[in-house]
């Protein structure tokens, strides 16, 4: 069964910084697309950042570039979004997602959540 | 970057009812849309792919149909574990823009 489990959420004062880790189970972990989405709180969906299962093809939204870093470590399936520099405006539910293919594709599984409040 | 603008944003409808909601690229996707659904306080659920294809395992009354840049998903006779809001997504190109959302409720 594919799962995806976030951490690191928590509560962050303007411009501090948090890291969120994404475990991934149940597929080959580094045969995919990995992807960070997040939703504040009564809003849609706004995706983050998006990479490449080797690392090196990454992708940022404009509200982020410059502030957040995405990663990963496949030997241990473990996906990454440092975040630096947090505004209010990051308040939000992250999510991460995994692709369908190596490709990218729909995001097929989602992990449950963790919670960024941003708040002085 | 692509916009995608999906309509209504709110729908009431009734159990038994037929749904369609539409989705509409600011400029040409291919076949790259999908469709989620998300309850409330849950995650997002992946329901159809490339337009038109159902992910496994969800019921064959959710379809997708479009190109280029109108698409739509339908729901064929509305069920009470239906009622939820529906999200597009593009991934003809990066940023992988959603809409905004539709909700779909109990009339």
């Known amino acids: 069964e594919v799962q995806l489990v976030e951490s690191g959420g928590g509560l962050v004062q303007p411009g501090g910084s948090l890291r969120l880790s994404c475990l991934g189970s149940g597929f080959i972990f580094d045969d995919f697309v990995l992807h960070w989405v997040r939703q504040a709180p009564g809003k849609g969906l706004e995706w983050v950042s998006s990479i490449s299962w080797n690392g090196r093809d990454i992708h940022y939204a404009d509200s982020v570039r410059g502030r957040f870093t995405i990663s990963r470590d496949n030997r241990k399936n473990s996906l990454f979004l440092q975040m630096d520099n947090l505004r209010i405006d990051d308040m939000a539910s992250y999510f991460c997602?995994?692709?369908?293919?190596?490709?990218?594709?729909?995001?097929?599984?989602w992990g449950q959540g963790t919670l960024v409040a941003v708040s002085s | 970057d692509i916009q995608l603008t999906q309509s209504p944003s709110f729908l009431s409808a009734s159990v038994g009812d037929r749904v369609t909601i539409t989705c509409r690229a600011s400029q040409v996707i291919r076949s790259y849309l999908a469709w989620y659904q998300q309850k409330e306080g849950k995650a997002p659920k992946l329901l159809i792919y490339?337009?038109?294809t159902l992910q496994r395992g969800v019921p064959s009354r959710f379809s997708g149909s479009g190109s280029g840049t109108g698409f739509t998903l339908t729901i064929s006779s509305l069920q009470p574990e239906d009622f939820a809001t529906y999200y597009c997504?593009?991934?003809?190109?990066?940023?992988?823009?959603f809409g905004q959302g539709t909700k779909v409720e109990i009339k």
């Open positions: 490339a337009t038109s």
């Open positions: 997602a995994k692709g369908m293919g190596i490709l990218g594709g729909a995001f097929d599984y």
């Open positions: 997504q593009q991934l003809n190109a990066y940023p992988h823009s």
